[in-house]
T-cell receptor, first 115, second 111 residues
């Protein structure tokens, strides 16, 4: 158990809908990272938040947005969903701001299915 | 952008054999190289990492080697066990403040 929690575990929705994925980082970690894992694209970095502020951005679509709250939990909002958004969404956390030089701990993921 | 190639995509070994997975990268500024293990239905878990100031790191049955000149790094697992069966991902950092992952290697260890 990494200490990172994600809810829900599974999510089934329809095209055009909006969903919110939630992540709680490990105790003491200030950074939260969101990743998308699909069969054809592999594991792709979406966005990082550090202590409430956006720190780095990856291949995140404009239909997707995220935020980190004062208690450090984070939410990833996916809107106008398309079939191609079906994937596993992982949250990871790390102690500091530089997740590219320190260990990132991954949560169990949320499996999103868009029908 | 940064590109990480990982080979092989699948690897089948007998219990007790060694397994080697190789990755190559393109950004000469990369200086952090973690390896993750992902079991079915779970998130990736860090198993070992190496920084660019060392050429090799070992942790029990797992070792990683880094060749910065050739821009490749490898994961070595010795005395494989069935519980080593999983998908393994290499990764490295880029100047764009993100980790880039390889495409994964599915390792199957047969008893």
């Amino acid at each position: 158990d990494s200490g990172v929690t994600q809810t829900p575990k599974h999510l089934i929705t329809a095209t055009g809908q909006r969903v919110t994925l939630r992540c709680s980082p490990r105790s003491g970690d200030l950074s939260v990272y969101w990743y998308q894992q699909s069969l054809d694209q592999g594991l792709q970095f979406l966005i990082q938040y550090y202590n409430g502020e956006e720190r780095a951005k990856g291949n995140i679509l404009e239909r997707f947005s995220a935020q980190q709250f004062p208690d450090l939990h984070s939410e990833l909002n996916l809107s106008s969903l398309e079939l191609g958004d079906s994937a596993l969404y992982f949250c990871a956390s790390s102690v500091g701001s530089s997740g590219t030089k320190e260990t990132q701990y991954f949560g169990p993921g949320t499996r999103l299915l868009v029908l | 952008g940064e590109n990480v190639e990982q080979h092989p995509s699948t690897l089948s070994v007998q219990e007790g054999d060694s397994a080697v997975i190789k990755c190559t990268y393109s950004d000469s500024a990369s200086n952090y190289f973690p390896w993750y293990k992902q079991e079915l239905g779970k998130g990736p878990q860090l198993i070992i990492d190496i920084r660019s100031n060392v050429g090799e790191k070992k942790d029990q049955r797992i070792a990683v080697t880094l060749n910065k000149t050739a821009k490749h790094f490898s994961l070595h697992i010795t005395e494989t066990q069935p519980e080593d069966s999983a998908v393994y991902f290499c990764a490295t950092n880029t100047g764009f403040q993100k980790l880039v992952f390889g495409t994964g290697t599915r390792l199957l260890v047969s008893p």
